[in-house]
């Protein structure tokens, strides 16, 4: 908090032990008076000579070390430290208070201070004139009384009246002049002090020592006397001249003066033990708030307040916890231990049976023939009116009760505690007859009576509705999450329930209306509502007693707008604690002499809600400083900011002396997204930091009373921009912007332009080599034409110049073959078979040579005729089959006979015969076996034999060379296999290990 803020705080919890002292003179005096001193830093000096009350209800004084400013809570000094002053001393305030021009001048009487609108304006100024040279006589000032400049109480002097006109006084006569001093009459009279003389209402009075008085009014001198008991030099007058009030102090009782039609009256205040060694030397009475201030000249500033609450309890000096208590008659409760209290002390009691536990002090009821009805262990107990209380009735249950009310036809109604092994049950009582009227799942904490048949019972869990004709029990709907502790039926027939941690509700037209809860949720833990004749509520809690309009409520249930007023009264109103006790019945009496009483947990306190002064928050909100950067700015409605300001604060001045919890002050500003009001705390200072350029509006509200109406303080904040960042930069920036986007248009149009030419030239170029590329493609596509013509020719020629003559060679040798001759010669039979077997192959060689040659003209191409599988792989066995022999090698074929397919047949059979050929060239003395399945048109065919085997280096090329066509010098037959299932689209894999033989597996399309 800066120094310029406040200087120091009024804490109203700051002491524990001051409090409860002061509590005690609370119950005795009713008064509660607190001191504060610069030794506390409170005040910056003890010495407080003057008080005055401005137009906006802040309290102003004068101490050796400034003015002070005080709004209810906090003191905030005016002196050299805090404002240009270069002289602290201040003595007196004068002025007028409705036309708000209070001014004082300090000890150099050459600096004035103006007080207007709860601030202030130091001026120089020349020291003013306080004596008037009239018919050569000298007259002195009148400051009022005790006075601070009179020495000689036989000086003369003049006394200025609100209306304007002057007294002049000397022991001799009086003289009443106007504003111009012309005379308007004269009156010889002679006094002893000019202390004696005081004025009210204009009019000028002289109070003598046995109590008589002089006044003067209209040219004529008048007298009467005041009806006190004034001892001869046994009173002392106090008159603050500035407010106009006039105080008389006999033997430590001050005492308020009134001269309504010239008649002086004392109206006495308080009983002040300490007033006449405090050095007493200014006061103030607040009559709207209730407030008494005493300046001492020594000891600060004391303030009396006058709580309006009172705490009655059997033993002053112990702490006594109440709770259930009935009316006993139109001024007196009586509680469940059968003490009988007044609004002032405990005056009687009635010897009840003896409650040992919390439950036995919860609840009474008083019958229509002035019965008293309590529970006690499973009885209950009929305390008779006609035998002085002194006989009872008693009646017996296996429950103990928990609460009693009685109906508008006399009927006790008795609800019975849940246990171990019972249910909670409801007893009525009627013409000493027991009846059982309900049982609940849940115990009744509550019972009111809404009309001649239906009970409302309040539960832990939830509120019931009891029909009496029919003795059923509804539970209300969506009622299940309260804990009930009381229920109030009120003059309109509306149900209003008070809870546990839920605050309080209202039941109407079968739906439950829930409230706004109070700032810090005291309202939560309500405990019951009494209503007076005013149209207001009193729910007593256990944080304080609280006051609503309940037309503000009514309202509230229906729209669910707007804000509830709940005004909140705490241990400085006169509690001796500020914790109300419930879970009781009755919680609260409302007495036929207008007083309501509710039982706490120290005494029971009783007001008239008629008589209470409710203390409402003000209808002025001020702007006390703004605070720019530590730099203090003069408020105004409309203020300019720094641009790049880093922080912003206004501190609010908002006189009210009551409890400060009911003080609501919210503030929002509009354009920086606090789009909802944002509670004011104690400090009563709101920031902002870095704002943008711009105009704001900052509100800031207070909730002023019941009808939860506000008062608004509104301020228009301008931080200006730069150069950079107004509108019209902003639009200079968008053309600039614009232009450069039109300027890199062009120059990209520019390059786009000269890059087609680019690109056209080189275009041009590639064309020009492009045509001669595909020139010389067509002479490549002509050659290779003439090539494939040649090869076809070629083939042709194979056929008919090779494979004619190699067919008529083989069946020569064959025709020799069976010769008798060659037969007969084992050696030449050996020799000629050979030659017959290698024309064989060599004709073979030359088929397969033609047929692959003719698969790379025709690709891949199905057969258009179907074949057996089986048959194929055996013509090329027996191509292989003198071989085998030779080699003692024994083929098997497991094809399935029946395997019909539709494939390449001539790629198929170059295939097996390369297959079969490689896997013979690689075995000896071993077997060979062919393998085939299908499955979703995919023909396998594996070749197993047992030979030699491959190296896992020769697999991986065979295998990469499927992906990768690059020939090296290995078997030109497995080369020949991957170029003809590359062109088929078949696949080939193979497993090998060398000397264990190899698996060669062959997977193609077949149909």
Known sequence: MSK?????????????????????????????????????????????????????????????????????????????????????????????????????????????????????????????????????????????????????????????????????????????????????????????????????????????????????????????????????????????????????????????????????????????????????????????????????????????????????????????????ATAFNDSTIVTTEGLILNNRKVIDSISFVKSDFLEEKLSIVKDDDNNIWLGRRRKVYCYLKKFGYKKYKTYHFSQNPKTLFKDHSNTIWISMGEDEFHKAKLYSIKNSIISLAAISNNNINFIAEYDQNTLYLGTEKGLLRFSKNTGKIYFVKKSEKINIRGIFVDSEKKVWLTTYEKGFFLYDNNHLNSFPADEDHYLNSSHCIIEDKKGFFWIPTNKGLFQVSRKVLLNYSKNKKGNIYYHQYNKQDGFLTNEFNGGCQ????????????????????????????????????????????????????????????????????????????????????????????????????????????????????????????????????????????????????VILFILFIIFIWYVRLHYIKLKRKKLEYIIAKKTKKLATAIHKLEIAENDLKQEIKQHETLVKSMSHDIKSPLKFLSASINHLFINETIQDNIKLKQKVETIQASTQQLYEFVENLIKYSSIFMEGKKLEDKSYFLYDLIEQKIQIFEKIAEAENIQILNNINPNLDIRTNKKALSIIIHNLIDNAIKNTKNGTIELLCSTQKNILTLKIIDNGKGMSQELIDYYLDFYKKPIVKNYHLGLHMIIELLIIIKGNINIASAINEGTTIEIMVEYN
């Open 4 to 324: 310029t803020r406040v200087f120091f705080s009024f804490h109203y919890y700051c002491c524990f032990l001051i409090l409860m002292t002061t509590v005690k003179g609370i119950c005795q005096q009713n008064y509660i008076a607190r001191w504060f001193t610069a030794d506390n830093n409170e005040l910056p000096q003890s010495s407080v000579k003057a008080i005055v009350q401005d137009k906006y209800n802040f309290i102003w004084m004068t101490t050796e070390n400034g003015l002070v400013r005080y709004d209810g809570n906090n003191f905030l000094p005016f002196n050299a430290s805090t404002t240009n002053l270069k002289h602290s001393r201040f003595t007196d305030i004068f002025g007028n208070i409705q036309k708000d021009s209070l001014s004082s001048f300090n000890e150099s009487k050459k600096e004035l201070v103006l007080i207007k609108k709860g601030k202030v304006q130091v001026l120089k100024k020349d020291q003013p004139v306080y004596k008037i040279i009239r018919n050569k006589k000298r007259f002195f000032f009148h400051d009022g009384l005790p006075s601070n400049y009179t020495i000689n109480s036989f000086e003369p002097y003049y006394v200025r009246l609100a209306n304007g006109n002057l007294f002049f006084i000397d022991t001799q006569k009086i003289e009443l002049c106007d504003v111009k001093l012309r005379s308007i009459y004269k009156h010889a009279f002679k006094h002893n002090s000019v202390f004696n003389f005081f004025s009210l209402n204009n009019t000028l009075f002289y109070l003598y020592d046995n109590g008589n008085y002089d006044y003067f009014t209209k040219g004529r001198k008048s007298s009467g006397k005041l009806k006190l008991p004034v001892n001869k030099g046994k009173y002392k007058l106090y008159w603050n001249i500035t407010t106009g009030q006039v105080f008389l102090l006999v033997q430590n009782k001050l005492y308020f003066l009134s001269g309504a039609n010239n008649q002086l009256t004392a109206e006495p205040i308080v009983e002040f033990r300490e007033f006449e060694k405090s050095n007493i030397i200014s006061i103030y009475y607040d009559r709207k708030n209730l407030k008494l201030y005493l300046g001492s000249s020594t000891n600060g500033l004391c303030i009396i307040s006058f709580p309006e609450f009172k705490t009655v309890k059997k033993d002053p000096e112990k702490n006594e916890v109440y709770y259930g």
């Open 586 to 733: 009755p919680s609260g009496n409302l007495l036929k002499n207008n007083y309501i009483v509710f039982p706490s947990m120290n005494g029971f306190v009783f007001f008239n809600p008629y008589n209470v002064s409710t203390i409402l928050p003000g209808k002025e909100l001020f702007i006390d400083k703004v605070i720019l950067d530590q730099k203090v700015l003069v408020p105004k409605d409309t203020i300019v900011l720094e641009n790049n300001f880093q922080r912003v604060s206004f501190l609010l001045a908002y006189p009210y002396y009551g409890n400060p919890e009911n003080m609501t002050i919210e503030a929002k500003m509009d354009k920086i997204g606090l789009d909802r009001w944002e509670r004011i705390k104690d400090e009563k200072s709101i920031s902002f930091t870095t704002l943008p350029p711009g105009e704001y509006n900052l509100t800031i509200r207070s909730l002023c009373g019941f009808d939860t109406n506000y008062i608004y303080k509104k301020v228009v904040l301008i931080v200006p921009a730069k150069f950079y960042q107004t509108i019209w930069f902003a639009i200079f920036c």
